[in-house]
Structures are given as structure tokens and as C-alpha cells.
């Protein structure tokens, strides 16, 4: 799949590791990605990184963007709630395909501790 943006990442505490794992994933696909955080495993406030990341939607700086919390639900809270975000809260493969497919969703969200 190629894209002609970056990818936005963000995430809390919660999702920090699964978003470093995701990183090196994209990392050896060749897909250009942007993080906008965390960057440690330190007690962070989840709405302020679903905001981070789907403001670079907004504004068209990045296609997409993947939000990683403990369980992806917080992160698709705060994301749906911002306009022309469509976020869903996926915890297997063949809804993350077809909320794509069949939703445009433009926000992927992922539970680190799910
Ligand atoms: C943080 O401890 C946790 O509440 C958060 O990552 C997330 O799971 C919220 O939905």
C-alpha cells in the first residue's frame, strides 16, 4: 500500500511500546510515518495525543493516523470527536481492513494492552 503522505503516530503511556513496534513495522515496509508522540512510557494524558495526531490529518499533513492507548477505546473517543476524523477501535485484522475499505476511516486505533 503507498500513500502520498506520512503517517501520523501518537500515543500515550499505553500504547507507547505497540507505537515503537509499529514504527519498526513501517520502518521495513519503506512507509514514511511522523510521531508525534510519546516518547517514553512516563504517565501521559491520552485526548492530548489523539489530538496531535489527527490535527495532521486535518490540516492534510499526513493521510493517516494510527493512535495507540492501553486499549484503543480512549483514543477513539477523542478522535471521533473531531471534525472529519472517522476512527474505529480495532482489535482484529479483518476490521481494520474493512472499516478502511467500507468506512473510510481515516484513524486507526490500537489497544497496547489489549
Ligand atoms: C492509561 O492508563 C489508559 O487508561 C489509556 O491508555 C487508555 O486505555 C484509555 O482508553
Known amino acids: 500500500m503507498k500513500f ?3 503517517i501520523a503516530l501518537a500515543a500515550d503511556h499505553g500504547g ?14 519503506g512507509i514514511a510515518y511522523t510521531d508525534f508522540g510519546t516518547d517514553s512510557t512516563a504517565s501521559v494524558d491520552y485526548p492530548d495525543y489523539a ?20 486499549t484503543g477505546v480512549g483514543m477513539s473517543m ?8 472517522r476512527a474505529c ?13 467500507h468506512n473510510n ?5 490500537l489497544g497496547g494492552r489489549v
Open 4 to 6: 502520498d503522505k506520512p
Open 16 to 29: 507507547y511500546e505497540l507505537k515503537e513496534a509499529i514504527k519498526a513495522h513501517l520502518n521495513e515496509l
Open 51 to 70: 489530538a496531535k495526531g489527527c490535527k495532521a490529518v486535518q490540516d492534510g499533513s499526513c493521510a493517516l493516523v494510527i493512535l495507540c492507548c492501553g
Open 78 to 85: 477523542c478522535a471521533n470527536k473531531m471534525q472529519g476524523i
Open 89 to 101: 477501535c480495532c482489535s482484529d485484522t479483518f476490521s481494520a481492513e474493512f472499516t478502511r475499505r
Open 105 to 109: 476511516a481515516n484513524a486507526l486505533c
